[in-house]
């Protein structure tokens, strides 16, 4: 007799079935309810981001909290943002390329290590994409930008900084050459 695995859930996937597939239903009943769009975003501040003792408020303050959730009850676009998840499911996934073909597009690449999924080796990264900066962070997760703004400030500017550089060392061998 096999012994059958119990059913884990590593990567809580309710939210993304929902919002693949049935996006309309959720965002009638959040742009109804405040407390709803407040609940469902504090929910997945929570559980997305790098907290300690899995609290909010390590990471957020109340202010920042509310803020998000305003922004969305305001400007009435909790249907909008939700969609996303519906367009991938329609148009088949996350591929940039359906005929496979490597982006050449400079591209940065910021790892925050409590990310929900884990990202592939750089090996196999660089074969899609043209990986010019590779940056393996200390601490952060699903919200970066907001968890930590200085990390990812620093590491845009860096990027910025190496793709002006690209340019001038360009722009000189053009004139060099031309």
């Not at 012994?3 to 996937?13: A, L, N, Q, R, Y």
């Not at 504090?42 to 790098?50: A, C, L, Q, T, Y």
């Not at 943002?81 to 940039?96: F, P, T």
Request: one cysteine or more.
């Amino acid at each position: 007799m096999r012994t059958v695995k119990p059913f884990k859930i590593s990567v809580p996937d309710g939210y993304r079935t929902q919002q693949a597939t049935r996006p309309q239903t959720l965002s009638y009943a959040m742009m109804d309810s405040p407390v709803g769009i407040a609940a469902w975003i504090i929910e997945k501040m929570n559980s997305w981001s790098d907290t300690k003792d899995n609290d909010v408020e390590s990471v957020y303050t109340k202010d920042e909290l509310l803020t998000n959730i305003m922004v969305y009850i305001v400007t009435r676009t909790f249907n909008t943002a939700s969609w996303i998840y519906y367009g991938r499911h329609e148009e088949g996934g996350r591929l940039l390329s359906p005929e496979g073909r490597r982006v050449e597009v400079p591209t940065a690449c910021a790892l925050f290590p409590a990310e929900l999924l884990a990202w592939p080796p750089r090996s196999y990264v660089e074969r899609i994409y043209n990986v010019a900066q590779w940056t393996e962070m200390p601490r952060g997760r699903h919200f970066a930008a907001m968890e930590q703004p200085e990390l990812m400030l620093e590491d845009i500017r860096r990027f910025a900084r190496t793709l002006r550089q690209r340019q001038t060392t360009n722009e000189v061998l053009s004139r060099s050459l031309g």
